[in-house]
C-alpha cells in the first residue's frame, strides 16, 4: 500500500511510503498511522526535508565527537565506525510493552533457575526433561563449577534478550545472550541524542526514561556483593579486556556513568584468595566485578592458559567467595542455541507457566528426523551455529549460493550437534531514513533486563535496523545501524 | 606428575582390609624467583564404599592458606597461592587411609548393556562414555574393540575385562615411552607406555564399545617391593555397572584392585585429575622432584 496523499500543500516527509508486503511497525495494512505513532507521525511529518537532514548530520557529528563507536573484527578499513543512528523512533506503547515485560520476566526467572539446576542437582536431567547429552556436551558447560554457591543465587545479572516481530506482527524471541550483552550504551546515548533534536516532541509522546539504566545496574552489582566482602560500601570495578574490544566504547561509559573504575587484568592482584586494585594508594580490595571479558580469558590458572587479558587466581578468589562476578562463569551454557530450544520446556519445567513470548520455531540438526528435514531444505531455512554471536556462522539459505549450501551440508553432518535451523521470519520494518526519504527496513530490538533483588527490565532497548534495502542482518558488525527506542507510559 | 610402579604380580590376602600411610611430595626448584603462583591440587584419598581417609595433612613450603572445594568428579580439591617470590615450593600430602574389601557382585549376576537406557544413567554416564581430551575416540579403538569382543556388548563387566586383559598384554610397560601429555592416538601407535597410559587406553576401548568408564588415580601397597624399587602413584579404571555401581579394573597389572589400593581422585582421563596444576609469573621450572611413599600403618 501507499500512504494515501495529504491533502496538504507541503507534502509530508512521510509520502510516499510502501509498507509492502509486511508488518510495519507504524503504518496499518490500511495506511493509518498506528495510534502510538500519531504523535511521531505529526511531527516528522510537518518536518522540511531540510530541518530534517540538520538534526541528522548534527546527530552524526555529536556521536562521532562523542566518540560513540564500535570495532569491526576482519575488516580492512579502518576498524572504529560509528553505530549509524536513525533518527525516527521506534515505538510501543504501553500496552505491547506490559506483555514483553512480563515475557522477559518470566524467561529470564527460568533461566536462572536452570542454571541454578544445571550446577548443582540438575533435575531438569534427571527428570528427562532435556537430554542430558545436550547439556553436557556443551562447548559452555564449566564442570568447574558444579557445586559452586554463586553470591545470591543470582546467575545472570545482565540480559539481553532479542525479539523480533514476524508477518502477522507477533513478538518472537530470537536468542538470549545471557554472557556479555552489550548494546546498552548505545540506547542511553540515542535517548540523550533525541531528546536533542527532538526536544518538544520527545516531551509531549510522553516517553519512558531509560536514563537510569546506569544506576540500577551498579544496585544489582552492589546486590550481589559476597559475604566476605569488608565493608559496607562495596568496591565495584568493570573488567574490560581493553581498548581493541569492540566495545570498549560501551565500557568506559557505563563505567562513568555508574561512577566506578575501569581496570584492565593487569590492574588487578590477587593475594590470599582476595582481588585488589592497584592504585597510586596502594591495593584497594575489590567486591564486585562487572567483566566485560569471556570466560575463557578470566583466569589463565584455570581456563586459557595462553590468555593475557584476565587475572590469575581470580576464580580462586570467586571460589573462596571474597568476590562476585557478573555474570558468573558458565551462563554460556544457556546461550547455546541447541538450549534454546529447550527453553519453553525449562519455562514450564521451573515455573509451570506456558511461555508468555514465544520461540522461533527450531529444528535441531542431531535430531535424526529433524536433521532430514533440514538437510532436505537447506535452501528454505536459516541454520545458526550452536555457539556463534554477531550474524556469524549462519547460513541465510534462500539468499546463499549453491557452494554455501553445500558447505553448510558437509558441516552439518560432521557435526550436528552444533547446528540448528529456522525457517526465516519476515522480520517487521520500520520507516528509516533513507538518504532521499523513509523507507521500510527490517530491524528487531534488545531489551536490557536486570537481576538484583528484583528482575527488571529497563523500558526500551536497542532497536537495531538493518539499512541495506532487503537485508535482515541487524547485527552492527555487519552493517546494521540503530533507533531510539520510546515505550510510552500510555497507547498513543 | 605421576610416573606408574612396574609391574609386579603379587596379590595379598585381604579379608579385612588395611591401614596404608601415604606421603606424597612434590618439589619445583625454579630458575630464580617466580611469583603470583597460583595452584589446585588433588592429592586428598577419597572416602567411599571401600577406603576411608581417616587422616590428611598438605603442608605447604612457604607456608600458605590452603582452602577446599569438592570438583565436578566429587574430588576434594585443595588450593592456594603463593604470591612472594620464591625460588622452591614444596607441597607434600600425608594421608593415613583404611581400606576395605570392595563389595562383589552377586554371583550369577550380569549387566548386558540394556541396563543403560535410563534417563538418569544417562545423565550420570554421559562423561564416561563420550571422547575425553586425552581419549579421543580415534576410529582405530573401533576397530580394535571389534577384534576382540566382536560387534556387541554381551555383558558391560565381562567385556571391560576382556578389554582390560586385552590391554594388559598388548602393551609393554616401558616408563620411557610416554610423557605425562600422551594421548591414546599415540599409545596405539607405540604399544607402550606407563599406568596412565594403559588406563587411557582401556578406557577409550571401553569408551567406544558403549561401556562407561572413568579414570582412577591413587597408589598401590606393595607388600614385596625390593628397597631399590621406584615407588610412584598409579592409575586405573572403573567400570559402571548399573545396578551395582562403579567396579575397578587395573590393567597394567591385570585385576581387580583389592584393599592394597588407595584412590586418590576420579575423573574421565587424567586432565581432570591433575594431582598438581597451577601457574606462577617467573622463568620457568628447572627440576621438578616427586617422591611418592605408600606404607602399611601398624
Redesign the interface.
Known sequence: MTAPASPAATRSLLEPYDTGSYFDEMFARDGAVRPAYSKVGQHLGRLAREDYFKKQTAVDVAFMRGGVTFTVYNDNQGTERIFPFDLMPRVIPAKEWEVLEAGLIQRLTALNLFLRDIYHEQRILKEGVIPAHYVLSARHFRREFMNFKVPKDVYVHICGTDLIRDHDGRYLVLEDNLRCPSGASYMIENRAAMKRAFPSLYQSAKVRPVENYAQELLKSLQYTTPTGARSDSPTVVLLTPGVHNSAYFEHTFLARSMGIPIVEGRDLIVKDARVYMRTVAGPVPVDVIYRRIDDDFLDPTVFRSDSLLGVPGLVQAYRAGNVSLANTIGTGIADDKVMYYFVPRIIKFYLGEEPILPNVDTFLASEEKDRTYILENLAKLVVKSANEAGGYGMLMGPWASKAEIEQFRAMIIDNPRNFIAQPPISLSRHPTWCGEGFEGRHIDLRPYILCGDKITVTPGGLTRVALRKGSLVVNSSQGGGSKDTWVLHGDE | MPDSTTPSAAEPADATGQRIRVRHLTRFCYNGPVT?S?N?VRLQPLSDDSQSCVRFTLNLAPAA?A?T????HGNRVH?F?V?APHEQLDIEAVSLVSTRPDRQPPPGASFPPSLLDD??L??GC??FL?ASSYVPLAVQLRHEVRQVIGDTVHDLWADAVRLGEHVHTTLAYSPNATKVNTRVVDVLESRSGVCQDFAHLMLGLCRSAGIPARYVSGYFLNPTRRSEEIEASHAWVEILLPGFGWRGYDPTHRRVPGTNYVKLARGRDYGDIRPVS??F?GRGTREMIVEVQVRAAE
Open positions: 603470583d597460583f589446585e592458606n582452602r572445594y569438592d570438583d565436578f588450593y597461592d604470591t534417563p538418569i544417562s545423565a554421559f562423561d563420550a597451577g601457574t609469573r
